[in-house]
């Protein structure tokens, strides 16, 4: 059988890939308001970036403007974030989270560390260090894919995971 770059065969790369969601499944569907991936990753951004008009959310989600409408008003009925008018020209408007969306983003995202620590606790520090090492090569990887052209040069991707995973 022939083997990828990566030194894995077809079979054993799905076969990493199939392990890494059945850890990932879990943690997409842990809260009773099930936001699908794209409403989530909507919240984290306005997080990182407190407010933002539809056609700058609608891009970042690789979503029409259309359908990021569509997405904003469940998210409004659902209480995660509010339309802010502006006052001297009502067909401006910024989106940004509420108290009951920001505490969302928060407690999703101390359910992924909690998960993930334990998922990787029986772990030893030579096995961790081993899949960090991997997981910085698996980047390099896919940064000269189209992964890399999609999140622009590194500094900016960097900058923008930052945003979006560290603050709150």
Same mark, same amino acid.
């Given at each position: 059988m022939e083997k990828s770059s990566l030194g894995l065969t077809v079979s054993e790369f799905l076969f990493m890939v199939e392990m890494a969601m059945s850890y990932l499944r879990p943690m997409q569907t842990t809260h009773s308001k099930n936001l699908n991936k794209t409403q989530l990753s909507i919240l984290r951004e306005l997080r990182a970036n407190n407010k933002m008009n539809l056609s700058q959310l609608a891009t970042v989600a690789s979503v029409t403007n259309q359908a990021m409408t569509t997405i904003s008003n469940q998210l409004?009925?659902?209480?995660? @974030? !509010?339309? &802010?008018?502006? !006052? %001297? %020209?009502?067909?401006? @408007?910024? &989106?940004? *989270?509420?108290?009951?969306? *920001? +505490?969302?983003? %928060?407690?999703?995202? +101390?359910?992924?560390?909690?998960?993930?620590?334990?998922?990787?606790?029986? *772990?030893?520090?030579? +096995?961790?260090?081993?899949?960090?090492?991997?997981?910085?090569?698996?980047?390099? @990887? *896919? !940064?000269?894919?189209?992964?890399?052209?999609?999140?622009?040069?590194?500094?900016?991707?960097e900058e923008a995971r930052r945003k979006r995973y560290i603050n709150t």
């Open positions: 409004v009925k659902q209480g995660f @974030i !509010e339309r &802010i008018y502006n !006052e %001297n %020209n009502r067909r401006q @408007i910024e &989106i940004q *989270l509420t108290k009951t969306g *920001l +505490d969302y983003v %928060n407690e999703t995202e +101390d359910e992924v560390v909690s998960v993930v620590s334990q998922i990787f606790s029986g *772990l030893s520090e030579a +096995d961790l260090n081993a899949l960090h090492k991997s997981s910085r090569e698996i980047y390099a @990887i *896919l !940064e000269k894919t189209t992964f890399g052209e999609k999140y622009g040069n590194k500094k900016e991707f």
